[in-house]
């Protein structure tokens, strides 16, 4: 069975105390709830890394990750964190290929494809994001917009190395925005996404790799997204930032 997952995902929020106190309160939360059979990760940003690594250490089913990694081992990149600095905080997991990266950083899937590879060099389990933009959407280019980011960002890969990812499908056009997809668009995606790793890799890996919904996604939605026969959790920003509304969307993953 494919594991289900809920990363919440902090962007450029809270204070490095805010983000302690966020984080014991959804311990004190979770033990009276069981919600082992999930995995939840909260990404962070790298303030709270080696913190929060070292709270969750021996707590089940929960772990860190970071929201981005230098493509580059290691020098000269003022500002920058390279995986093996993310790795030795204790952290697990990385977020690579969010398109506000995509946006606001240049990022392309170029290189995004050595992102992955350093992340799985040092052992972080990349939390890897596609997604179409409204203009695709509308020009009915979706399928080929995704094509092309897996094609280009991830086919490269073994299938020893792709069978460690997950996978986030975010359409860019409902981040942040209030706009979800609809369980057809999100289902439909998500399908097509598992038929082209089938293509490539075959059924064995297309069948066990968890796909991630993201996309305003929250407390009202969550249920019947996670419902679809091919999601198997989601990418949550903004309503992760509350720790009860992140424990009820972590809540709302039918057992
Ligand atoms: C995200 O940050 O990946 C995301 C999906 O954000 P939001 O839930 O706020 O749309």
């Not at 709830?33 to 690594?53: C, E, F, N, Q, R």
């Not at 959407?137 to 490269?156: G, S, V």
Request: hydrophobic share 40%.
């Amino acid at each position: 069975m494919r594991k289900k997952i809920v990363v919440g995902n902090w962007k450029m929020n809270k204070t490095y105390n805010e983000g302690i106190e966020f984080v014991d309160e959804i311990i004190k939360e979770s033990l009276s709830h069981s919600t082992d059979d999930v995995l939840k990760i909260i990404a962070t940003p790298y303030i709270h890394l080696a913190a929060i690594a070292n709270k969750l250490e021996h707590l089940n089913g929960f772990e860190v990750a970071a929201q981005n990694c230098h493509h580059n081992p290691k020098g000269a990149y003022t500002g920058e964190i390279s995986a093996a600095m993310i790795e030795s905080t204790g952290a697990k997991y990385v977020i690579i290929g969010h398109s506000e990266r995509r946006l606001y950083s240049g990022e392309n899937n170029n290189l995004l494809a050595q992102k992955v590879n350093i992340a799985l060099a040092n052992n972080l389990t990349p939390i890897f994001c596609i997604g179409e933009n409204l203009i695709e959407r509308n020009a009915n280019m979706h399928l080929e917009a995704i094509k092309i980011q897996l094609k280009e960002a991830l086919f490269h890969l073994p299938s020893k190395d792709f069978i460690k990812l997950i996978l986030a499908y975010e359409p860019v056009w409902a981040i942040g925005t209030g706009v979800t997809a609809t369980i057809h668009q999100a289902q439909g995606m998500h399908n097509y996404i598992r038929s082209e790793i089938n293509k490539k890799y075959g059924k064995e890996i297309s069948t066990a790799i968890s796909i991630l919904y993201g996309g305003s996604c929250n407390t009202k939605n969550a249920k019947e997204l996670f419902d679809c026969i091919d999601v198997d959790g989601g990418l949550i920003g903004g309503s992760s930032l509350i720790g009860s509304e992140y424990l009820a969307i972590v809540n709302s993953i039918k057992k």
